[in-house]
């Protein structure tokens, strides 16, 4: 049974930092791409960021890129999300996402989901 349990939320100030882990069992996970996504209130949920399965590759969403890094150690089953120059749109509740399709940004690229851990940015 797939369990992505996410983790590092909280409130933080605009321009300020937060650091998300992902921790992943019951899945070769080696084997998967990982992704970021996240979803404000009232709104779709929308792509973040991904990264291959060997870390080789990156990508970001356009909102992001720059600010957000992504990254996963494999030996231990984890995906990270360093967020830094965070601003009040990034408010979401961020959910981490594992797949083994082609693509990297769909929702319909991955096929297991965790639970979400929410990100709140105000002053």
């Known amino acids: 049974q797939v369990q992505l349990v996410e983790s590092g939320g909280g409130l933080v100030q605009p321009g300020g930092s937060l650091k998300l882990s992902c921790e992943a069992s019951?899945?070769?996970?080696?084997?998967?791409?990982m992704g970021w996504f996240r979803q404000a209130p009232g709104k779709e949920r929308e792509f973040v960021a991904a990264i291959s399965w060997g870390g080789g590759s990156t990508y970001y969403a356009n909102s992001v890129k720059g600010r957000f890094t992504i990254s996963r150690n494999n030996a231990k089953k984890a995906v990270y999300l360093q967020m830094n120059s965070l601003k009040p749109e990034d408010t979401a509740v961020y959910y981490c996402a594992a797949g083994r399709s082609a693509g990297y940004t769909g929702q319909d690229d991955f096929g297991s989901w965790g639970q979400g851990t929410q990100v709140a940015v105000s002053s």
């Open positions: 019951g899945i070769t996970f080696s084997s998967y791409a």
